[in-house]
């Protein structure tokens, strides 16, 4: 039995390491580039020639530019440096087809200084719209009559059907990036990635691809979006450009084309925006590690949620252990679920709190047949007394509950406040015992991982503020623990309440 449960471990650990090995492999390929080696399929870029550039951004409500005619020039800079970042802000106008919920788009060109866009062969440009579609987010609203003064003169206006229709809204920012390496690209290997938004030009005897211009759809989030009103003729426009390398260009398009992807399949504008969030927000070597810890996270949930349920299948009292602490662990662990799941919490917090809700139910149901229940009853069908062992660890164990019993109409806040002293009574019981050989090390240990890994974590997932606060509350707990393990060690050669002792080699049926 122990052979296969060892197996069945090792197996979903060498699944692990190869999924890891695996996702780096995948990266690598992302970020890194074959250059061409010589020949005459090599691609040169344009921009080695150091030619003087423009960059020109203009509006217009028509999806497909034909001609100069009905566009807005909205912001100019000459002698445009590809190395030099800016960030400037620009008024745009309104027209009367996007304030009547329409859409308004930004054509942005680069093109040679003092040459008009559509006049210069060699230019590249790029489309994005500046407005999209959402319901409005709900205001502050009257607590006496339900309804904030706009929506109240809006609903007077206005049938029920239409008010939770998607309307405009206007884009604040628009982020854009030029790739600046002087890399040679080999023809016969372009990458699928960036071929889209490449350029070639024929010069001589030799193919050049002109500057590669790309558009930072991650930086629109939906906290920035401004509702577009009919009375609107004015909005600001942020234009941020930098520079940008080959390899976190092609990341960041496949990122791009990740988020895309789940909102074909999908997802709310909510949901692609916390995984914009996680792109956008946070460092790129960060979010590497991010993803390392996420998956050592997964793994060391799964060992722990194994462990745990190996060791209390196998329990046959509740000798040595808290069974008030259990119970508060179980009350504990499902408010905190029902509250992350109310708060819509990302999945990769809510499954696991969901799976160790469902084992500490279990676990309690487990403990309830095997200690004394509701008004020191014990069950019939259960052993005839109490052990002096038994009896000594429910002394201790009700002696330390009751320093917070009052935590019981604390709820949430209480039990992120002050959860940490659920695991007060078992270190109790252990102080008075002079023992620690009655718990679950393997299932701690995991757990002790997760612990610490969790307070790195809790800085990347998006999660509820007490959530992520209540990610640092068991690390002093463990601390002791580990302390306690130290000061009581095992004695190896006791017999246990199976009979068995770990000096002895286990029997074979």
């Known amino acids: 039995m122990w052979s296969g449960r060892s197996s069945f471990t090792s197996l979903v650990v060498g699944v692990f390491v190869v999924y890891v090995v ?39 409500t028509r999806s497909n530019l034909g001609a100069e005619n009905n566009v807005d020039l909205v912001l100019n800079v000459e002698d445009f440096d590809v190395q030099s970042k800016f960030e400037r802000t620009v008024n745009v106008s309104v027209p009367k087809k996007t304030r009547n919920n329409g859409t308004l788009y930004a054509y942005i ?69 030029v790739m600046v390496d002087d890399f040679i690209f080999d023809g016969a290997s372009l990458p699928a990635d960036v071929h889209r938004y490449m350029k070639m030009v024929q010069l001589g005897k030799t193919v050049h691809y002109l500057p590669i211009l790309f558009i930072d759809q991650l930086s629109n989030r939906v906290k920035d979006l401004v509702v577009i009103n009919r009375s609107t003729t004015e909005l600001p426009l942020t234009v941020c450009y930098d520079r940008i390398s080959l390899g976190r260009l092609r990341f960041w398009i496949h990122m791009q084309d990740a988020v895309f992807s789940l909102q074909q399949f999908g997802f709310s504008e909510k949901d692609a925006d916390e995984v914009k969030g996680i792109f956008v927000d946070t460092n790129l070597y960060f979010l590497a590690l991010t993803f390392f810890v996420a998956a050592f996270h997964l793994l060391f949930d799964f060992l722990a949620f194994k462990n745990d349920i190996s060791f209390w299948k196998k329990k046959k009292s509740m000798t040595g252990m808290s069974s008030k602490a259990v119970l508060w662990r179980c009350f504990s662990t499902v408010v905190i679920f029902l509250f992350l799941l109310d708060e819509q919490t990302s999945l990769l917090v809510l499954v696991p709190a969901g799976i160790g809700a469902a084992i500490e139910l279990w676990k309690v149901k487990k403990a309830l047949k095997m200690t004394v229940v509701w008004r020191g009853l014990r069950p019939a069908f259960q052993f005839g007394t109490y052990s002096e062992s038994e009896r000594k660890t429910e002394e201790y164990d009700t002696q330390a509950m ?37 718990l679950p090390w393997k299932a701690f240990t995991y757990k002790a991982f997760n612990t610490f890994i969790d307070d790195v974590f809790a800085f990347v997932i998006t999660m509820p503020t007490s959530h992520r606060l209540a990610c640092f509350r068991d690390d002093v707990v463990f601390l002791v623990y580990l302390y306690q393990r130290w000061l009581y060690p095992v004695d190896k050669s006791r017999v246990n309440e199976f009979g068995e002792s770990y000096e002895e080699k286990p029997r074979t049926d």
């Open 402 to 438: 009751s320093w917070y019993s009052w935590l019981v109409n604390s709820f949430v806040n209480g039990v992120y406040a002050f959860g940490f002293l659920f695991m007060l009574p078992q270190l109790f019981v252990n102080y008075k015992m002079k023992s620690v050989a009655h």
């Open 109 to 177: 060109f680069l093109h040679h200084a003092g040459v008009l866009p559509w006049q210069d062969g060699k230019q590249v440009h790029l489309v994005s719209p500046l407005t999209t579609y959402m319901v409005p987010k709900p205001e502050e609203v009257n607590l006496l009559t339900g309804e904030s003064a706009t929506q109240q003169l809006e609903a007077e206006k206005k049938p029920t059907s239409a008010l939770d229709e998607p309307v405009s809204h206007w884009r604040p920012r628009l982020t854009l990036n």
């Open 22 to 60: 695996h996702t780096c492999w995948v990266m690598y390929g992302i970020v890194y580039t074959r250059p061409c080696a010589g020949g005459g399929n090599c691609i040169l870029p344009y921009l080695a020639r150091r030619p003087k550039l423009q960059l020109s951004v203009y509006t217009t």
